[in-house]
């Protein structure tokens, strides 16, 4: 017969006195937050656990529920897994650090605040710029807004979020960490003055105005997003996921990291965006120096670009880029207008068109696989012309000249001079189509022939 001996009921019992104790006390004590606790001690339920079905055994042993009582049940597996993934949220929510990556949101509150409440709190921190020089923001907490403005000085407004269980914690940890601009002798730097607390319970929203003396913003945005305009020098920006969107500028842009959203436009000097990971649209526009794209599946450079690239959703989009431009990526439909060249394209897996306002004078080679290549020139156009398709075909408008064209084992190739031209144009695909359009100078588009 059983002894009467009922399995981890007195350390059950334990656990509901110690939790509801913990509790208690934080109902008593305002200041204090009983979730950091349970989030650093929880696994201390599974030692209790395991000593619990340890005394069963001890308790039972040599009896028939000895036997049972050392062995894991799907009852027992499934609480396990329960604990484990409670316990981790529980870790996750209260003692992450926030340079690990946003919040995920419940009903509009960051899960870092889910088990207690967010406050609100604004200041404002003014300095007065004697001499030209660089300005250097660090915000691993939030969004930074900053603009170009009149007068002498630098003014910041942080708006902080503090994630605490009452407002006496909220306005203490609010005033632990403290926004100072500092000033480094050829310069000024954003700098965070933590006094005391938990710097992780705290984020905070930057808006900055910078007056015409400072030549260069210096920005590293960690999990928030990035609104730059109306800025007299250059901006150099480190991005971690975020979005980006940088508007009138008067020198350089350079941005590395990755993120989401990224748009650059009328920069008067040169741009360079290097993004690990990017996975939102991307837009390069109005640039009067060397625009440049790097990324994981797309390289871009062109000498000048005062008209735009654009890529979203599997489409990219090329006008009015200006001297030598190269561009190699994969997985997109390409168009290409006004973009006189020298133009080098290579693409995989997507059709490819280029549309010219006027006759080619430059070099132009377009490499694709597995996607056809549409080429729309005006009628009066001349180049010597190299174009191979693999399992595919060549279909021209122009034809004459010295123009061969040869069909054998399902590749098709199209080769020779037309017109006085002598531009070299090189189109070469697999498993797709060559397609070589003319235009008129009244229609002013592609003339099928028929």
């Not at 902080?160 to 407002?167: G, H, R």
């Not at 001079?417 to 588009?445: D, E, F, K, M």
Request: aromatic fraction near 6%.
């Amino acid at each position: 017969m059983s002894n009467g001996y009922r399995r981890g009921s007195v350390f059950g019992a334990l656990i509901l006195i110690g939790v509801g104790g913990l509790f208690l006390y934080a109902n008593l004590h305002p200041e204090f937050s009983a979730w950091p606790v349970l989030a650093k001690f929880w696994p201390v339920l599974i030692i209790f656990w395991g000593a619990g079905k340890l005394v069963d055994y001890l308790m039972l042993r040599g009896s028939p529920e000895g036997a049972a009582a050392s062995r894991l049940t799907g009852g027992d597996i499934f609480g396990l897994i329960l604990l484990l993934i409670f316990g981790s949220a529980i870790s996750q929510a209260v003692n992450r650090d926030w340079n690990l990556g946003p919040g995920i949101r419940i009903g509009g509150e960051e899960i870092g605040c889910f088990l207690g409440k967010e406050f609100e709190f604004s200041q404002e921190v003014k300095q007065a710029v004697s001499a030209p020089g660089s300005l250097t923001i660090e915000n691993n907490r939030g969004n930074v807004t900053i603009s170009g403005g009149g007068g002498n000085e630098i003014r910041l407004v942080a708006r902080k979020k503090v994630c605490a269980a009452s407002d006496a914690e909220a306005y203490r940890l609010s005033q632990a960490f403290e926004p100072v601009l500092a000033d480094t002798g050829d310069g000024y730097e954003l700098q965070w003055n933590v006094l005391a607390g938990d710097r992780r319970a705290v984020a905070a929203d930057l808006d900055v105005q910078v007056p015409p003396s400072i030549t260069a913003v210096n920005l590293t945005v960690d999990h928030g997003d990035l609104r730059a305009s109306n800025l007299p020098g250059d901006v150099n920006v480190e991005m971690r996921p975020g979005s980006v969107d940088i508007n009138k500028v008067g020198g350089n842009v350079a941005v590395e990291g990755r993120g989401k959203e990224f748009r650059v436009r009328e920069v008067k000097g040169s741009v360079r965006i290097e993004c690990r990971s990017c996975y939102g649209p991307i837009e390069l526009a109005a640039v009067g120096g060397t625009a440049e794209y790097d990324s994981s599946r797309t390289n871009f450079r062109a000498e000048g670009l005062p008209g735009e690239l654009k890529m979203e959703s599997g489409e990219m989009t090329l006008r009015g880029a200006r001297g030598e431009v190269s561009l190699v990526t994969r997985e997109y439909e390409i168009s290409v207008e006004d973009v006189p060249g020298p133009l080098r394209l290579e693409n995989r897996n997507g059709r490819v068109t280029i549309r010219a306002a006027k006759a080619p004078a430059q070099p132009l080679e377009v490499s694709n696989s597995s996607g056809s290549i549409e080429l729309v020139l005006p009628a009066g156009s001349g180049f010597i012309l190299s174009a191979s398709t693999r399992n595919g075909d060549i279909k021209s408008d122009f034809t004459g000249g010295s123009l061969t064209l040869t069909e054998e084992h399902g590749d098709s190739t199209l080769e020779g001079t037309y017109g006085n031209g002598r531009v070299p144009i090189q189109l070469s695909t697999s498993h797709g189509t060559i397609y070589l359009r003319r235009t008129t100078a009244a229609a002013g588009r592609a003339d099928s022939g028929n």
